[in-house]
């Protein structure tokens, strides 16, 4: 059972485009993280929420934390081949010591 | 600070072989994580060590295992490869609790 969901699981875009990647569960997190990856390296930490209804921006990227604390969302404005990767979210949740769930991802290709 | 450390960067084996990952955390982080990352299976959560200790398992067979030292550095072993068990193998640190930090992995290639 896959208890946190990323969609889209593809996506090409051309460079320049604006594009939103969506995290959901029925779970509830204490925290949720977002992840890029090249290929062959190791995920690399953008951001951590925490608070519902958080949004936290870094450059021309935009993380969205659900106010039930169950989703979240990465949106992209006027994307770089540079974002190329693939994004993975992960959540940590309540337990004696917030257990982290990572989702399946989305593979972003911006094509200059 | 230094960043999560994992060595070798490259292997290659041969089925029935067994082979050893080393992972050394980020100063002062007491948990150690484990993937294995593949392309059709992403990634799969393999165990996580806290001050020595196993604290949670994946789904995974016996013949892969795992320690932490007190230095809270961590070793995986997996024994009797197959050529399943070629991946990209993840190792992560984290405070006490929530956010991981991920090493650049070891790929795998069992022959």
């Known amino acids: 059972t896959q208890l946190l969901e990323q969609s889209p699981q593809f996506l090409s875009i051309q460079e320049g485009e604006n594009l939103t990647v969506y995290c959901n569960s029925s779970?509830?997190?204490?925290?949720l993280q977002w992840y890029r990856q090249e290929p062959g390296e190791g995920p690399v930490l953008l951001v951590t929420?925490?608070?519902?209804?958080e949004v936290k921006k870094l450059k021309r990227l935009t993380f969205q934390f659900g106010d039930a604390r169950k989703d979240s969302s990465l949106h992209i404005t006027a994307a770089q081949p540079g974002d190329t990767g693939l994004y993975l979210c992960?959540?940590?949740?309540?337990?004696?010591?917030?257990?982290?769930?990572f989702g399946p991802g989305t593979s972003l290709s911006v094509i200059p | 600070k230094a960043g999560v450390t994992q060595t070798p960067r490259y292997l290659i084996k041969t089925r029935g072989q067994q082979v050893t990952l080393s992972c050394s955390p980020i100063?002062?982080?007491?948990?150690v994580s484990w993937y294995q990352q593949t392309p059709g299976q992403g990634l799969q959560f393999l165990f996580e060590?806290?001050?020595?200790?196993?604290?949670n398992k994946g789904n995974f067979p016996g013949r892969f295992s795992g320690r932490q030292f007190s230095n809270s550095r961590s070793e995986m072993n997996v024994s009797t490869l197959e050529l399943g068990d070629s991946a990209l193998y993840l190792c992560?640190?984290?405070?006490?609790?929530?956010?991981?930090?991920f090493g650049p992995g070891t790929r795998l290639l069992v022959l």
């Open positions: 992560a640190s984290s405070p006490q609790r929530g956010t991981q930090y």
């Open positions: 779970s509830v997190f204490s925290s």
């Open positions: 929420v925490v608070t519902g209804g």
């Open positions: 992960a959540g940590a949740r309540k337990t004696s010591y917030d257990k982290v769930i």
């Open positions: 100063s002062g982080h007491r948990s």
């Open positions: 060590y806290f001050s020595e200790t196993q604290r």
